[in-house]
């Protein structure tokens, strides 16, 4: 009997379907779903790939099937820029990751820890807002999208490191430590030619791979610094606040994490957590503001639930987000439209049947959530941004409901949601309670450009620029 392979376009001899994606491979994808049907067999180079994109496909995926869908595949990307898959996100599934996942989660991610760290993000957005209300005196433009990235990026640098950077401090050959960051994301990002023709690794001719090795080690240097500089300091004074390194170092110290964890693991989670933390949240508040500035009368509505729940002598506070039922509403539509990781890729572990089809083991498993935001199956009037039709709906976000997974859903969902919900409810809250935005150049809302980046977090294409305008009476 032959096994059945999922529909799907035909392929090139030897590339397969490269040449099928461009850019944006998220939205060729759907494209191609459309024609193909919401499973579908594709093939990159050497490896065979199944993409689903329909809330029934992430189901099988995620929930029916999930054990064997839970790997991820190996590739330089995780070799080189993440201790050899030592961290979580590119770990094969396995004891050691199910291990590091749960120290993540218990030590760094726990609800007590995430608000441990309120009195930091409080600061660190009192600082921007204290920043945007200089610029509103002076009605200066401010490349908004930047300042939502830098205040995200000092939160977290707070959180596991205990201090923050300045733009040109550390990291080895000119850039800097924001610079490598960003650096490593993108070179991470791109697809790798040996990662899909087997024979290309060694001649890396993208050059992709020597710069991973290159950035990899200015990081390990600046990550093997910071570690230093705590030891030496914890040896001086034991602190109160403890930071993600002074608890990763106290577990690696005490013997207590239950398996082999030195170094490179405290390094690997590290990495984890910028790399999970940073860009997921400011990008999906950059995708809320630009929708809240081309729908005023949405913009208007939240900010009268602002005025009622918090008042215009007070600026928001955490303990008020329960309350803000249509902030709610509209970050859920934000993660609907725009879900920041628009594809989750995962591996398949075993042969295993799928409806009739066969998958081999090895196979790249693909979610194509993005898909689903743009389905008028399975969303009414898909393409419209409107948090109202959130009233009423028991949809959540933690992966219970197919049709809107922003974090996933099932064993390799995001064990950071806890502290990107709260981020992104915060820093959204304030910026539209403190200020009205205003488009430079009699520029209308309508115009603002909405285009996507896609990397392994996908953003808007282009920064938000606007006139920031003090709301508050104090
Ligand atoms: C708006 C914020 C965020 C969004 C939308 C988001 C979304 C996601 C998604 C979709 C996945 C992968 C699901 C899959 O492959 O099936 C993921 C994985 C992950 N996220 Fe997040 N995330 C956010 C914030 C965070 C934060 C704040 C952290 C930690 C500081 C974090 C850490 C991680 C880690 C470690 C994984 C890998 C899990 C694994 O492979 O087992 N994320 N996230």
Redesign the pocket.
């Known amino acids: 009997l032959k096994k059945k392979q999922p529909p799907g376009p035909i392929g090139l001899p030897i590339i397969g379907h490269f040449h099928l994606l461009g850019k944006n491979p998220h939205q060729d994808l759907h494209r191609l779903a459309q024609k193909h049907g919401p499973i579908m067999y594709l093939r990159f180079g050497f490896v065979p790939t199944v993409v689903f994109s329909s809330p029934a496909g992430a189901e099988l995926v995620?929930k029916t099937h999930d054990l064997v869908f839970a790997g991820?595949a190996s590739n330089q990307a995780a070799k080189h820029i993440s201790y050899d898959g030592r961290?979580?996100?590119?770990?094969q599934y396995g004891s050691y990751?199910r291990d590091m996942?749960k120290l993540?989660t218990l030590n760094?991610?726990s609800t007590s820890k995430v608000s441990q760290f309120q009195p930091v993000r409080k600061a660190e957005l009192r600082l921007a807002v204290d920043s945007l209300r200089r610029a509103a005196a002076g009605r200066e433009t401010v490349d908004v999208s930047e300042m939502i990235m830098g205040t995200i990026g000092d939160m977290?640098c707070l959180m596991v490191f205990g201090r923050k950077f300045a733009g040109g401090e550390l990291g080895g050959s000119g850039g800097g430590f924001k610079y490598v960051i960003d650096e490593t994301f993108q070179v991470a990002a791109k697809p790798n030619l040996g990662d899909f023709f087997p024979y290309m690794g060694t001649i890396d001719l993208q050059g992709l791979t020597r710069r991973m090795k290159e950035l990899s080690t200015t990081f390990d240097g600046f990550l093997e610094k910071i570690i230093d500089d705590h030891v030496l300091q914890n040896k001086q004074q034991k602190k109160e606040n403890q930071d993600f390194v002074d608890t990763m170092m106290a577990i690696m110290d005490s013997g207590e994490a239950g398996f082999e964890f030195d170094r490179r693991h405290v390094k690997a989670v590290l990495l984890?957590?910028l790399?999970?933390?940073t860009d997921?949240?400011s990008a999906?508040i950059d995708w809320a503001l630009a929708e809240l500035i081309r729908h005023p009368q949405i913009m208007k509505k939240l900010q009268q639930e602002l005025e009622q729940v918090v008042g215009l002598d007070q600026y928001v506070e955490e303990s008020h987000l329960e309350k803000l039922d249509y902030l709610n509403f509209v970050v859920k539509e934000t993660?609907r439209l725009h879900?920041?990781?628009p594809l989750?890729?995962?591996e398949a572990l075993e042969d295993c049947t799928v409806e009739e089809f066969h998958i081999a083991k090895g196979t790249r498993i693909m979610?194509n959530?993005w898909s689903m935001s743009k389905d008028p199956n399975v969303w009414q009037d898909p393409e419209k941004f409107f948090p109202e039709r959130f009233i009423g709906s028991n949809l959540d976000l933690h992966g219970h409901d197919f049709e809107l997974?922003?974090?996933?859903?099932?064993?390799?969902?995001?064990?950071?949601?806890q502290?990107?919900?709260t981020?992104?409810r915060l820093v959204l809250a304030q910026l539209v309670h403190c200020f009205d935005w205003e488009l430079p150049n009699g520029m209308s809302p309508s115009e603002l450009d909405m285009s996507e980046h896609f990397g392994l977090v996908t953003g808007k294409d282009k920064h938000i620029m606007a006139i920031p305008v003090c709301r508050l009476h104090k």
């Open positions: 995620l991820r961290n979580i996100v590119f770990a990751w996942r993540a760094l991610l977290v984890d957590m790399l999970g933390g997921t949240s999906t993660f879900p920041v990781v989750f890729i995962h979610v959530v997974l922003p974090f996933g859903s099932g064993r390799r969902s995001c064990p950071g949601l502290l990107g919900l981020t992104v």
